[in-house]
């Protein structure tokens, strides 16, 4: 069993910059293949953010734009996500997701991962 646990949220103004981060502990926490980022805005369906492999190979979704930046610290078994210049539209409940598979890591594939955090709340306001 794996446990994720985010942190790095809060409410933040329109420009400014924001790193959430992944925390994953368990027994198996060293061997993830593969980690990933996805939100939740109100009202809307998740949508996938990020994912990367354990080997660093990173995949975006296309509203990203260069904005979001995937990271990991294998050492620290610890998942991150730069975003910059933050807008009203980022606010959301961002969650992380792993898998120790990497088969289908993708961002298209982020909610299929095994492994869920419970969120992180980011708020943007204007």
């Known amino acids: 069993q794996v446990f994720l646990v985010e942190s790095g949220g809060g409410s933040v103004q329109a420009g400014e910059n924001l790193t959430l981060s992944c925390a994953a502990s368990g027994g198996d926490a060293s061997r993830l293949g593969c980690m990933g980022w996805f939100r939740q805005a109100p009202g809307k369906q998740r949508e996938g953010v990020a994912t990367?492999?354990?080997?660093?190979?990173?995949s975006y979704a296309d509203f990203v734009k260069g904005r979001f930046t995937i990271s990991q610290d294998n050492a620290k078994n610890t998942l991150y996500l730069q975003i910059h210049t933050l807008n009203s539209e980022d606010t959301a409940m961002y969650y992380c997701?792993?898998?120790?598979?990497?088969?289908?890591?993708?961002?298209?594939?982020?909610?299929?991962?095994?492994?869920w955090g419970q969120g992180t709340q980011v708020t943007v306001s204007s």
């Open positions: 997701a792993a898998d120790h598979y990497d088969t289908f890591c993708r961002v298209g594939y982020v909610l299929n991962l095994s492994y």
């Open positions: 990367i492999e354990r080997s660093g190979t990173t």
